[in-house]
């Protein structure tokens, strides 16, 4: 398997000093990441996702090398990335929504001509990528606008292309999206697939808007207290989640709840009623009954709402 | 090569960024000159009192003053370099990004530091001086090469300066809150480089002790060579060595640091 990304059983704990009393602290072990396993082939877009404190960052804090794993194997391009850093860090982009790479008091430009230095990214190709991810960033008017008087989403959108002008073959995004309206959420999603296909830079995206994995990722992770939960397609977390469709159901008039086999009704509201049945069943036999039997108006199927899976998928693993 | 450029790039960056601040610069000029007023009088009234304490004459101890008032600033003495920023971004987590760079932590720092040392130098010390030695009976050497001897000796201060401040910065990264610690260091800083009384009236062991310790390199080595004091060679010496140790000291703690010590938040 061509992993581009490789982890094998990888652990990160945190010690942390605990207050138990007066005067007193006792030691505790967090168990941010507990035998993380997974892979990711080159020029792959994934989706990373799991609820707040699930170990998101602290796993791509050590797909950047800034942390050192407490066990396991983790390889990225073949490195190791908190043994060879600097080697690596040619190598990837990294943007953290919540912080800035940028120079705050500066204009953006001197961000970037500093970043050209760092990266000593050759003359020619430094011009080259400025001007590509200036004109699809939409940055051109802010380039001599300090980087403390830019909106949010620019400066996301600033951030975005600091992280890309040495060409990294692969770019980590941690909540990128967070706290951007809708607008600019678009702008950031429509780049990212841009970039994905056409320079085939493998993107690992960690979100809690489920908006950008579903427009932009075909495979997503989600992980709980530091374990894999789920890997695969998105859909495929309607299986595994166990939800369920929605058929909405207009009668002639108001009449007790309907009786179908293998579907159960989960509202009634005048004449209307909704039925649940499982997401992987056809719709088709459950219709034919109901029109056989029942004075049928209308009727219309739902799909079960993604966001309502992994919320009922998270909730579930606190309870265990 | 490549490095250097890299480095000259934060450099003129700090330079800038402090440029940016010109509400702030100005209060700073005003402040310094304020204060170096306050210095003047009394130290009149001490030497008046004491005519040649520790080897100066009246219009040196005048020098003296206001040439501590340049260097406030510059060698952020009772604080405000580039430490603070430092400081903040290990306390929130935000030195995550300056770890990932393909950036050496300690010359990045150093790299802006110098520049903001050099903005301050001449936006703040440089205004609070020449009003000093106009106003006042000031000695000034009319020898070039004893004000260049001189502005050697100011670098190697800023290489000094920084490599204690460093120090103080990276202890964030074990205390998080830092604030005792640099309090602590202002206060020390202030008094053992000499910015409250030079060192050379310390008598005894104290002034031995004194003058020996890396804070002497800030303000009394660079006086010296001006006031033709010192030997520039064997100033050179002092503060390269402390230069020396103390830079070295800070890459053993950083590299202690980042291998062991976390990076906060999500
Ligand atoms: N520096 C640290 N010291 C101690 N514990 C930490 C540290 N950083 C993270 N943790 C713990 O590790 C766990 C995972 O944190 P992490 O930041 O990776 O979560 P996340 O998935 O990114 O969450 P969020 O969605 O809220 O950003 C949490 O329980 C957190 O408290
Ligand atoms: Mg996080």
Known sequence: ????????????????????????????????????????????????????????????????????????????????????????????????????????????????????????????????????????????TLLDTPVRQLSLGQRMRGDIAAALLHDPEVLYLDEPTIGLDVVSKAKVRGFLRELNAAQGTTVLLTTHDLQDIEQLCSRVMVIDHGRLMYDGPLTGLHEAGESERTLVVDLERELPPVEVPSARVVRVEGPRQWLAFPAGQSAAPVVARLAAEYPLVDLSVREPDIEAVIAKMYAERAVS | MGAGRL????????????????????????????????????????????????????????????LGQAFLSTLAISGGGVEDELMERIRTGDVAIDLYRPADLQLWWLAADLGRAFFQLLGRGVVPFV????????????????????????????????????????????????????????????????MLLPLNVFPGALGTVVRALPWSSLLQAPADILLGHGDPLRTYLFQGAWAVVLLGAGRLLQSAATRRVVVQGG
């Open chain 1, 1 to 140: 398997m061509d992993g581009f990304i490789t982890l094998d059983e990888v652990e990160k704990v945190f010690s942390v000093r605990r207050k138990t009393g007066f005067l007193r602290r006792e030691r505790q072990e967090v168990r941010a990441v507990d035998s993380l396993s997974f892979t990711v082939a080159r020029g792959e877009m994934v989706g990373y996702i799991g609820p707040n404190g699930a170990g998101k960052s602290t796993t791509i804090k050590m797909l950047t090398g800034i942390l050192t794993p407490s066990g396991g194997r983790l390889r990225v391009a073949g490195i190791d990335p908190s043994r060879e850093r600097s080697r690596l860090a040619h190598r990837i982009g990294v943007v953290f929504g919540q912080r800035t790479t940028l120079w705050w008091d500066l204009p953006l430009i001197d961000s970037y001509r500093l970043t050209h230095r760092m990266y000593r990214i050759p003359n020619a190709r430094y011009r080259e990528n400025l001007d590509r991810l200036v004109e699809l960033l939409e940055l051109r």
């Open chain 2, 7 to 66: 480095y000259a790039t934060v450099a003129l960056g700090g330079f800038r960024r402090y440029a940016t601040y010109r509400a702030a610069t100005a209060a700073g000029v005003f402040t310094n000159t304020v204060f170096g007023l306050i210095l003047v009088y009394t130290y009149r009234a001490l030497w008046d009192l004491k005519p040649h304490l520790g080897g100066y004459d009246q219009a040196q101890a005048i020098t003296y003053v206001w």
């Open chain 2, 131 to 194: 009003f000093g030695a106009l106003v006042f009976p000031a000695y000034l050497p009319a020898d070039a090469g004893r004000w260049a001897a001189f502005l050697v000796a100011v670098v190697l201060a800023m290489l000094v300066g920084f490599g204690l401040r460093y120090l103080v910065a990276l202890s964030a990264f074990w205390l998080l809150d830092g604030t005792g610690m640099t309090q602590m260091t202002w206060l020390l800083g202030y008094f053992c480089s000499g």
